[in-house]
């Protein structure tokens, strides 16, 4: 599964960071998402992105199936 | 025409919204209500409707704007007086939020837990070497977030008296507007002054690290004013009623003291379980837009009831039992969108160190007074206790 974070609308909360610290950390100066990883693969993982997604108050979090191999 | 409910209402039961909330809930979960100045006004009451209302641009923060819900009564605004943050609307509302956000990050959060246990510490050798019985309330819930808010911020904490006082005032919904109106004036004075002494000799703070960035200095004055504000008695009520319902609840209290790792959910199922800021995200309509298949239109206010939506069974199972184990963090007790609370995790860090401190320290707390006679701020804007005796 693909993480993607739109920076537009990221306002800093911290929920992904607090829900999966190993994935998301957050930029010191304006404190928007770092994506650390772009994919999540075991089910554990899959399953706190899910909530980190759900989590995040400006919806600015997306996980996505990967597309067909080109 | 039907009766419509008038809020703010008072809850049912220290642990519970009011009922009238929850029979919303049910059977209207977008409802007309009316407010004390007699205007009309929409209350959501389900936890997805508030989550989506407060998603969609098209509901303002602008509390200028004529309509805005639940504005105290009779509000002269100063000359110089400008929207800040919870006020603001995209794309304003993005640029001063992420002004100051990295102040607030997760990593700086942690970075402050030596300093906070530091002044938890301080506090408790304070309560442990004074009377018996004492109120927790002056002793720790205050001082704690007071002291560190202060330090944060760079204002110094003798001043407390000043601004714990006019901030009661301000959140008590029976304030006098013209005392109302003087207390937001001079706390907005003190921060001018205050700002203009660190323009000239800066200090390692918030309010200096601004001044650094080319902050405007009546937007940080007013930045100062909110912060303090909302640093003091939300998570001062929180450490009251957080500590009143361990004591209460002999189960919980157990397992915090067993464990420390469960004292975060500890903290998420206090904070669902409260609300204690229930009415604080309201907005107002910039067009026509259908919430839970009701047409809210444009320049019409829109009221949440977090608490209500705090125990909706569509998002929390059981939601009147107080359950450590539930998972509560998808409540919405620091709101929820772009202006979700700005602290909550600062909140988190500082009630997480109190409680693990306080029943660490002093094992055998116990209530001084029957619960049922504690008394509750029922019409203040963030609820929660006037005091709080115990003993050991």
């Known amino acids: 599964m693909r993480i993607t974070a739109d920076l537009e609308r990221c306002v800093g909360a911290g929920q992904c960071v607090l829900t999966e610290p190993a994935v998301f950390d957050q930029n010191d100066d304006d404190g928007t998402v770092i994506v650390r990883r772009a994919t999540a693969d075991d089910d554990e993982t899959i399953r706190r992105v899910r909530e980190a997604v759900h989590l995040c108050p400006s919806q600015a979090l997306t996980l996505t199936e990967p597309g067909p191999p080109r | 025409m039907t009766a419509s409910p008038v809020l703010p209402l008072k809850r049912s039961c220290p642990y519970a919204p009011p009922a009238e909330h929850l029979r919303l809930q049910q059977q209207e979960p977008v409802a007309r ?6 205007s009309t006004a929409w209350a959501l009451s389900r936890l997805e409707d508030i989550r989506t209302m407060l998603t969609d641009p098209r509901f303002s923060s602008d509390r200028q704007r004529d309509g805005y819900p639940l504005q105290p009564p009779g509000r002269p605004r100063a000359a110089d007086e400008r929207p800040v943050l919870i006020g603001l609307d995209p794309p304003e509302h993005g640029e001063a939020r992420r002004a100051v956000v ?9 970075a402050m837990r030596p300093r906070i246990q530091e002044i938890v510490d301080d506090c408790l050798d304070a309560v442990l070497a ?33 601004f714990q006082s006019r901030s009661a005032n301000l959140l008590h919904r029976s304030t006098p507007a013209q005392e109302r109106f003087a207390a937001a004036q001079e706390i907005r004075e003190y921060m001018a002054t205050l700002i203009a002494e660190k323009a000239k000799t800066p200090g390692d703070d918030l309010l200096s690290r601004q001044l650094g960035k080319g902050a405007d200095h009546r937007d940080l004055a007013g930045l100062g004013f909110l912060l303090l504000l909302a ?4 998570t001062g009520n929180m450490i009251s009623l957080g500590t009143m319902t361990l004591l209460e609840r002999p189960e919980a209290l157990a397992a915090l003291k067993r464990d420390p790792a469960v004292t975060p959910q500890i903290v998420e199922e206090l904070l669902r379980y409260f609300t204690i800021a229930e009415y604080v995200t309201s907005r107002i309509a910039v067009e026509d837009v259908e919430i839970g298949g009701v047409l809210i ?30 998972g509560a963090r998808h409540h919405i007790a620091f709101g929820f969108g772009a202006h979700q609370c700005l602290g909550q995790n600062l909140a988190r860090v500082e009630l ?12 055998d707390l116990r209530l001084a007074v029957p619960a049922d006679e504690l008394s509750f701020k029922d019409d ?11 003993t050991w």
């Open chain 2, 33 to 38: 209500v009316t407010l004390p100045d007699g």
């Open chain 2, 102 to 110: 990295g102040e607030f990050t997760i990593k700086r959060m942690n």
């Open chain 2, 130 to 162: 004074g009377p018996r019985p004492t109120d927790l309330v002056p002793t720790l819930a205050l001082p704690v977030p007071s002291l560190v808010i202060c330090e944060l911020l760079g204002v110094p904490y003798t001043d407390h008296d000043f």
């Open chain 2, 231 to 234: 640093g003091h008695e939300t």
């Open chain 2, 297 to 326: 239109r444009a320049g019409e206010g829109v009221i949440t009831l977090a608490n209500a939506a705090n125990r909706d069974p569509a998002a929390f199972t059981d939601g009147d039992t107080f359950d450590i184990d539930r």
């Open chain 2, 352 to 363: 997480q160190i109190v409680f693990d401190t306080l029943f660490a320290r002093i094992p």
């Open chain 2, 380 to 390: 203040s804007t963030v609820y929660g206790l006037h005091s709080l005796p115990v």
